[in-house]
């Protein structure tokens, strides 16, 4: 796996520090705030008892509270507010340092924009426009996201993925994408624009990690509905609390109701809800995942099925040659001869394998003057077949089912043998590709996987997750089994054809299943969109990327493991920080409501169970706590709550202990401990 | 004598749990399928016909239409009704026609199948408006209580396979059935067993008899069984006679005493089987019985232990008390037979009364006030307290969902953010109607002058009507001069808005769900069954139901017992 090299934002840096800060005061706005309101009523709740605490110091009337508990009241609404915002400007620092500092690479380059005419004129990165030409010479860096048109070259991505091994990328291929900020090593690149300035992955990740900017996620909109509700419920218990108050011959003052007031509604939860959104994105960044959107991320903790492409994901890369097999009365040259002629056009890194094989062990037989005459034909990935023309000659190469096919449509014999070697191939999980010249098998090429390590623990994983997870491959059933049995995916595609794959989410998702799938090729592009979750390999092509809502710039497709919790994550701080919120509730009640009643009716010292030193340290000591919690629990939304793969059940009994039970418990023993230095410190 | 009472409730929470399996079956059978009985069927047909009723599935908006124009319909005539009582027959006694602010209230309270009732039946309805005005009230508010949960558990549990599956079932036929399958023959049945144990049913006017001692007395008769029998089965709770269920007409004997409270549990305990059946779905129908169970249990329990102990303030006089807190509740069911009555009674939404809540002592009366405060859920009023559930269900889903790490569903249907919106306005419009209204009583002088004792007690009486009228119960604690202008007015709105409002709301989510396509459970799902649901679903309950109102507990129900501890009565 690649090293990360990111250039690591240090956060304590003072400009880091200053920022956040700055932007912690900035949010005080109200018309910030109106966006989260929670926080917006604990903004109006510290204003009004600012209010009243300057007009106790110019008009001091006997029946308001002291001047210092006002004051001290106020004092702490505004820190909850501050915890709150500057959770959120940490947050939004931390992930727009990893964004920025990938998106520095890029500026500052003068690119060589290529003009229709075909003249060439240098110009800043920041003028380059979707569909520009550009061209690239070995040395430079790349100005800006593309697609080759046109070469093929050695590509050092070394600052975004930290993989120093140079990649080749090459056009016509399902690795013609580059990165901004990576540097051609060798050759030409003749590259066209994607994106706009500003409208980059990295540029809509920076959106993505920004407060303002933020498009709420469906399940972030649903919880603040509750918030609300619960806000508005909390709302009325104390705005009514005042007449009861008053028939109980106790007038209750406007700061003792606020504070209560802050203290019910889920300021916790509301604080931190925005930061926790921003740290999913930035932990996604921080695993070098580029995500669309947050929903993206939100959506990955509910994948049912997960689509894995076998080659390159299960396997390492290229399937080798391992022998070729000519059938009975064939001459081993002349296998390898029509292997070699119908290798030339095949793209495929089986095909280019095939070729390395054959010039390593035997030399090439045909020089380019000698082919000539020939037309060549690519492998498609519908015919799944290459192969070249001649005036007198046919080759065809492809999965033996696809030559079967060929041959069976020309009427034509196939030797008995055929099903031998390609089922003796199968069960030994290689891949047997036939070669056919003239309507004649000629033999089979021995093809064999090499399992990536660490693959089936990562399988094994993905299953206690309760992911369903799907092999797709171009292989025969046979092949696919003996290797999905290996590495332990519950299922196969095999004989897959991009149709195949389309058709096969489109009846998951009708069963009911949330899919995902991972791709890079042009033929995976409309099966990435219509997966739930479609995650493209940064080395994938233009299209693919575009399709898909999330891109790896490891091009590390088993990394959805790391999304899946990720996303998993996200949801599961919201959930448990809402339940310590609502449960510490219990706890604020016992001490305010006995405080702001104890002075006109003693009765209710029969409930101060925590025995509280004062009624307005009591009262205090409840709102201290609310703010302390906030800053206390950012950690938390920063890293997330912890998952493990162990069903609803264990997990869900496991999160209500901690937050429910101990979220309610814990206010108690933190308002008391407060409650005891402020008398010790007689503050109070 | 308390070993006797312990026996009792659990003898009657042990039939409920044997009647719940097959009373449920029978409800399934009754709304689930086509034609229940062939014969009655073509009846049904026939009447849909006449009344010119569409006989098509409607979707939610046409179901509440339908169900609102039913009601508001129903409110109408029996407010006409007791205003022309003078002229119209059966009124022996000849009562003038019922005041129009009284007569709105009554109309209101029979139609939200609330029965709070600010009059005495008695004294003030003539056995005409009494029997074609208020049972049948009794009978079609059980009925549309019924519907809604019907409507609300179809849109959850209905695989749609087009966008056009929104419908929701017809409220008409849903009405129908519930009036004469279930309603019917049930209260038929009891009514006769009811007659047979001392219920009186005749048209006889009032009798003048002259005691022993050579005093005159009056004996108020009347068609009382036929009342009774569906007041209880209905959850109705609205009494023939003042007195409720603590009259000897009404309830005669102990035998008729537990009866009634088996009668208000079983329809809204079957039901939760009926929802089991509906979701395909057995284990959660059991876990929902489970968890309402416990609930019920809990606040039996806890009301037998308040209502045993003697009134501290009494000790010092030479009384019995051996009872325990015997003021306010009849001989012949005991202190206990009196409590556990009240405690059905405020569970279920029923709002029928053997005894004085006024006499509870303040922990007793609390727990009366809690049992209501949760939302009428632990088992509730007819269909509308497993309405009311499903509702805390789907936010306990949600936080559950949340808490695994998964996009929230429930029955495979995503829960998002509009259908939390309704679900989280369904939870506030109690706070919001309760606090407010004893808020306003409180402030305000004709709010003030009905209430009968002063300090902690007197906003007792205050908050346990707003919360009675509100949650639609009827109940009344008493001591609280309910029957003037402000507070007929008043409760008549908490009753409208504590009984529609969560209708719309809820038949809104049915809407929002019924189309939602099913999304499958995996190993990472929250499952709504077992014990860690129950659980979960408890802690919703009771922190957003009970929480929410404890500043107001603690200076009402709570502040007196402090005070009651000090010795300090009112």
Redesign the interface.
């Known amino acids: 796996m690649a090293k990360l090299i990111f250039p690591t934002p240090s956060y304590f840096s003072k400009n880091f520090f200053k920022e956040a800060l700055w932007l912690t005061l900035k949010r005080l706005d109200p018309r910030y705030l109106e966006q989260n309101p929670v926080m917006f009523v604990v903004f109006l709740g510290a204003s009004l008892t600012t209010l009243i605490c300057i007009r106790d110091f110019f008009y001091p009337s006997l029946f308001s509270e002291p001047i210092w508990f006002t004051g001290l009241v106020a004092f702490w609404l505004w820190f909850t507010l501050l915890f709150s915002n500057a959770s959120e400007a940490i947050a939004e620092g931390k992930g727009k340092a990893h964004a920025t500092s990938l998106k520095a690479l890029a500026k500052e380059i003068i690119a060589r924009r290529v003009l229709k005419n075909g003249q060439e004129e240098m110009v800043p990165t920041s003028d380059l426009k979707r569909d520009d030409l550009i061209k690239v010479v070995a040395g430079e860096f790349i100005p800006s996201d593309g697609e080759i048109i046109e070469g093929i070259a050695a590509i050092d991505e070394s600052a975004i993925t930290g993989e120093s091994a140079p990649v080749i990328r090459e056009s016509d291929s399902d690795r013609s994408s580059v990165t901004a900020g990576t540097k051609l090593i060798s050759n030409v690149l003749l590259i066209r624009i994607v994106s706009n300035p500003g409208e980059s992955f990295l540029d809509q990740m920076i959106n993505l990690v920004q407060g303002a900017k933020r498009q709420k996620t469906?399940?972030e909109?649903?919880?603040?509905?509750?918030l609300?509700?619960?806000t508005?419920?909390?709302l009325?218990?104390c705005?009514?609390?005042?007449?009861?108050?008053?028939?109980?011959h106790t007038p209750l003052s406007l700061t003792v109701i606020i504070a209560l007031l802050v203290c019910l509604i889920p300021t916790t939860i509301g604080g931190l809800v925005s930061a926790i959104g921003i740290s999913g994105i930035e932990r996604a960044l921080r695993k070098n995942i580029v995500a669309t959107s947050g929903k993206a991320v939100?959506?990955a903790?509910?994948i049912?099925v997960l689509l894995l492409d076998k080659t390159g994901t299960i396997t390492l890369g290229n399937r080798m040659p391992f022998k070729f097999i000519p059938f009975k009365g064939i001459p081993f040259k002349e296998l390898s001869k029509a292997i070699e002629l119908s290798s030339f056009a095949d793209r495929t890194p089986e095909g280019k394998s095939i070729l390395e094989f054959i010039e390593k062990h035997y030399g090439r037989f045909f020089t380019e003057k000698e082919t000539r005459g020939l037309t060549f034909i690519p492998f498609s990935a519908e015919t799944r077949l290459s192969g070249c023309d001649g005036p007198s000659l046919s080759i065809r190469k492809g999965s033996c089912d696809a030559i079967q096919n060929l041959l069976l449509h020309q009427k034509r014999k196939i030797p008995p043998e055929f099903f031998k070697v390609m089922e003796s191939i199968s069960i030994s999980g290689g891949t047997p590709l036939a070669v056919a010249m003239n309507g004649k098998a000629l033999g089979i090429i021995h093809l064999k996987d090499i399992i990536k390590p660490g693959i089936a623990e990562r399988f094994q994983r993905l299953k206690k997750?309760?992911?369903h997870t799907v092999m797709i491959t171009g292989d025969n059933p046979l092949t696919a089994a003996t290797i999905a049995n290996e590495v332990g995916v519950d299922t196969f595609l095999a004989e897959a054809t991009p149709q195949k794959k389309l058709d096969f989410i489109i009846e998951e998702q009708a069963?009911?299943?949330?899919v995902a799938m991972t791709g890079d090729g042009t033929n995976d592009a409309p099966a990435l969109a219509q997966a739930d979750l479609g995650i493209a390999m940064n080395s994938g092509t233009q299209a693919a990327k575009e399709a898909a809502n999330m891109v790896d710039l490891d091009s590390n497709p088993t990394k959805i493991l790391e999304v899946i919790e990720i996303?998993?994550?996200?949801?599961?701080t919201?959930?448990?920080l809402?339940?310590f919120s609502?449960?510490n509730?219990?706890a604020k009640?016992f001490a305010i409501?006995p405080a702001i009643?104890l002075l006109s009716?003693p009765?209710?010292q029969?409930?101060n169970i925590m025995n509280l030193s004062s009624p307005h340290s009591a009262i205090l000591s409840a709102v201290i706590f609310n703010a302390l919690s906030i800053a206390a629990l950012i950690p938390i939304a920063f890293r997330g709550v912890k998952?493990r793969p162990r069903?609803?059940?264990v997990?869900?009994?496991e999160?209500?202990f901690i937050?429910?039970v101990g979220g309610l418990l814990l206010p108690f023993i933190g308002i008391k401990v407060i409650d005891m230095l402020l008398y010790s410190l007689s503050l109070v | 004598m308390i070993l006797l009472n312990t026996l009792q409730i659990a003898a009657l929470f042990l039939c409920l749990l044997l009647l719940t399996k097959p009373v449920g079956l029978y409800l399934y059978r009754i709304y689930e399928t086509s034609s229940p009985f062939p014969l009655l069927n073509r009846l049904e047909g026939r009447l849909l016909k006449w009344c010119c009723f569409k006989h098509d599935e409607q979707d939610w908006k046409a179901y509440l239409k339908s169900l609102l124009v039913f009601n508001f319909m129903g409110i109408m005539i029996l407010f006409l009704l007791e205003r022309f009582q003078g002229f119209l027959p059966l009124n022996p006694q000849n009562f003038p026609s019922v005041p129009w602010d009284l007569a709105l209230n009554v109309a209101v309270s029979f139609t939200t199948n609330t029965n709070w009732q600010a009059y005495s039946g008695e004294t003030t309805m003539s056995y005409f408006t009494q029997m074609i005005g208020l049972t049948w009230q009794n009978f079609v508010s059980a009925s549309t209580g019924m519907t809604v949960f019907l409507a609300l558990a179809r849109g959850l549990s209905r695989h749609p396979t087009s966008p056009q599956d929104i419908y929701l079932g017809n409220f008409w036929i849903d009405l129908l059935r519930s009036v004469f399958y279930v309603f019917l023959p049930g209260a038929f049945l009891l009514a006769l067993f009811f007659a047979s144990q001392g219920v009186i049913q005749n048209f006889s006017p009032t009798l003048h008899i002259s005691t022993l001692e050579g005093w005159q007395e009056l004996i108020s008769m009347g068609p009382v069984a036929s009342q009774e029998a569906i007041k209880i089965l209905g959850t109705n709770g609205g009494g023939f006679f003042g007195a409720n269920s603590a009259h000897p007409f009404e309830n005669p004997t102990p035998l008729t005493n537990f009866l009634q409270m088996l009668a208000m549990l079983l329809i809204p305990a079957s039901l939760t089987y009926t929802y089991g059946k509906i979701t395909q779905n057995q284990k959660q129908g059991w876990s929902i019985f489970l968890a309402m169970f416990v609930l019920a249990i809990l606040g039996a329990f806890l009301i037998s232990c308040f209502e045993a102990q003697p009134n501290p303030l009494l000790t010092s006089f030479s009384i019995d008390q051996s009872l325990g807190n015997m003021e306010g509740k009849e001989l012949r069911f005991g202190t206990l037979g009196s409590a556990h009555y009240a405690s059905v009674t405020t569970d279920i939404s029923c709002g029928a009364t053997n005894s004085l809540h006024d006499s509870f002592t303040p922990l007793g009366g609390m727990v009366l006030l809690v049992n209501m405060l949760v939302g009428e859920v632990i088992f509730g009023g007819v269909g509308i307290g497993l309405f009311s559930m499903i509702i805390f269900i789907i936010?306990t889903v949600?936080?559950?969902?949340?808490?695994?790490?998964?996009?929230?569903e429930y029955l495979?249907k995503k829960?998002?953010?509009k259908?939390?919106?309704f679900a989280?306005?369904f939870?506030?419009i109690f706070?919001?109607v309760i606090?407010?209204g004893?808020?306003a009583a409180?402030?305000t002088p004709q709010g003030l002058a009905s209430i009968q004792d002063a300090g902690?007690h007197g906003?007792s009486e205050i908050l346990y009507a707003f919360i009675s009228a509100t949650q639609n119960n009827g109940s009344a604690f008493g001591g609280l001069n309910a029957n003037t202008t402000w507070y007929n007015l008043f409760l008549a709105l908490a009753m409208l808005i504590g009984r529609y409002l969560p209708i719309y709301l809820g038949l809104a989510i049915a809407g929002l769900m019924v189309n939602k396509?099913?999304?499958?459970a995996?190993?990472?799902?929250?499952?709504t069954q077992?014990p860690?649901f129950i659980?979960?679903l408890l802690?919703v309950i009771i922190?957003?139901g009970a929480?929410?109102?404890?500043?107001?507990l603690?200076?009402a129900p709570?502040?007196e017992y402090?005070?009651l501890?000090?010795g300090k009565g009112f």
């Open positions: 469906p399940n909109i649903a919880l603040q509905v509750l609300v509700g619960l508005l419920i909390f009325i218990v705005g009514t609390l005042i007449p009861f108050g008053l028939y109980s939100e959506t903790g509910d049912d997750m309760g992911v069963k009911g299943y949330l996303g998993k994550q996200l949801l599961m919201k959930g448990c809402t339940t609502v449960a509730d219990v009640y409501i009643f009716i009765e209710f029969a409930i998952y069903g609803a059940k997990l869900l009994a999160s209500l937050y429910g | 936010i949600f936080i559950a969902g949340l808490m695994v790490g998964r996009t929230p495979g829960i998002e953010s259908e939390i919106r989280i306005l939870m506030a706070p919001l606090l407010v004893t808020a409180v402030l902690p906003l396509k099913i999304i499958h995996s190993p990472g799902t929250f499952s077992g860690l659980i979960l802690s922190i957003v929480l929410t109102f404890f500043p107001v603690a200076l709570l502040l402090m005070n501890l000090q």
